[in-house]
């Protein structure tokens, strides 16, 4: 008797956890993407401290054209090696990762 009581009780407790309903959530998600707004300048006037850190660091790289941001910060276009890429650097020269 013990044992169909107990049989019993398991069989309406498995059953009982499967009765649950789970609340189902939508939730959403939202990303803001802020792009920095870079203006050309002429290759004079990139500052001296970013000329000696690009050839000091990329001995063989041209430089193609060369951005400003509002935060004083420069967006080189490069090409090396047949590759054309782009750097971040400081007005003092010091290379920035994006």
């Known amino acids: ?12 407790g ?14 959403v998600v939202q990303t803001t993407t802020i792009q920095e707004e870079y203006i050309e300048v ?5 500052p001296v401290a970013i ?4 050839k000091g660091a990329y001995p063989k790289t041209v430089l193609d054209k060369a951005y400003i941001n509002a935060a ?3 967006k080189l276009e490069v090409t090396m090696d ?3 890429g782009n ?3 400081d007005e003092n020269g010091k290379w920035i990762k994006k």
């Open 14 to 27: 498995s059953v009982s956890t499967y009765a649950i309903t789970v609340p189902s959530t939508v939730g």
């Open 72 to 74: 004083k910060e420069y």
């Open 87 to 89: 750097l971040f650097a």
């Open 51 to 54: 000329m000696e850190a690009l």
């Open 42 to 46: 002429k290759l004079g006037e990139v």
């Open 82 to 84: 047949g590759k054309k």
């Open 1 to 12: 008797m013990k044992k169909l009581i107990l049989s019993a009780a398991i069989i309406l």
